[in-house]
């Protein structure tokens, strides 16, 4: 069994674990919380980042840190805000604002002393599924996130090997469905920049948003859901966000067709998603069925941090 080191960076909580793994099983050796803390700027979010690292490793009881992956919510540029080239990966699209624009893979490197595989927290979500969880017989399999925002990653197994393995693309996107436009007259604006981004129609906020411009009252999405029996409101949107996440998934399975779609994040929570979602997809996709298989997740929270220390063993 080999052990690997992986560290889910997100806006709000930094998590490490030690992984025993082997091609059909996992075990957690150690695992580290802590807070990010992003409101005290880059440096301490590096520093944060390594104490974690480290604090696992000491766990583990291991003198040294085994092969180490990062999963964060962002893309890299190789250009910088000014428009001139960089000779090393910058951070951005990270909602922890002080991380964009800065080389955060060199220096986490240095301030830990050894090599870093990183990916797209949503393409490590989707390996960790591939390899041990819901996708794992898919030969490719899309992982979705639906929460605070909308993402996705793309896995494909090897056909010789078995191995699951997350491709990102020429420009490290791949995946990105949160961010294809779906209505661009009149769409809400989407923090990218374009308006009627399919996180703006997907995401929790903003279906809690579509509810409280039409009910005047402020409900979660649970709450929500739980109202659509009595609530002609929450009928509506909760109506409307299926017919959405028909369209939108559409456009996925049409260009990649994979063998499963695994949804995740707090809004897959919703069971409408597994009966109602899935044949509204198979109104909207070019075919006269659906053979994509659309499951919730297995591994829960864990998938994330899972997936980080997979990346070592199939970054390519």
């Known amino acids: 069994m080999e052990l690997r080191l992986g560290v889910d960076l997100g806006g709000t909580k930094i998590e490490a674990v030690i ?29 944060a980042t ?17 092969p180490i992956g990062v999963g964060m919510p962002v893309n890299v540029t190789m250009r910088r805000a000014d428009g001139a080239a960089s000779d090393v990966p910058l951070v951005k699209n990270s909602n922890t604002t002080c991380l964009n624009g800065r080389p955060f893979r060199r220096d986490l490197e240095a301030r830990v002393g050894a090599p870093i595989a990183f990916a797209n927290d949503a393409n490590c979500f989707a390996l960790a599924e591939a390899t041990y ?34 491709w990102d693309g020429a420009q490290g996107i791949a995946g990105e469905w949160g961010h294809v436009v779906l209505e661009p007259d009149g769409g809400a604006s989407c923090y990218c920049g374009k308006r009627g981004c399919v996180e703006t ?17 402020a409900r979660s999405v649970s709450e929500v859901a739980a109202r659509r029996a009595t609530d002609a409101d929450a009928r509506f949107v909760l109506g409307d966000l299926v017919e959405r996440f028909g369209r939108a998934l559409s456009v996925v399975i049409d260009v990649l067709d994979p063998d499963v779609v695994v949804l995740g994040g707090g809004v897959s929570n919703l069971d409408l998603f597994y009966d109602e979602g899935a044949a509204s997809v198979a109104r909207w996709i070019f075919n006269d069925e659906l053979r994509t298989r659309i499951v919730r997740h ?9 997936g980080a220390a997979l990346l070592t063993a199939t970054e390519r």
């Open 19 to 47: 992984l025993r793994a082997t091609p059909d099983a996992f075990e957690i050796v150690a695992r580290v919380r802590a807070a990010t803390e992003r409101d005290k700027g880059y440096e301490h979010v590096v520093e």
């Open 50 to 66: 390594a104490r974690a690292i480290e604090e696992v490793t000491a766990r583990a009881s291991l003198d040294r840190a085994p």
């Open 133 to 166: 969880g819901a996708a794992k017989d898919a030969r490719v399999a899309f992982g979705v996130i639906m929460g605070t925002g909308v993402g996705g990653g793309v896995v494909v197994r090897d056909r010789s090997s078995g191995v699951a393995w997350a």
């Open 201 to 217: 129609i997907l995401s929790g906020p903003s279906i809690e948003r579509r509810y409280r411009e039409r009910a005047g009252v």
């Open 298 to 306: 297995a591994l829960g929270d864990s998938a994330g941090v899972i």
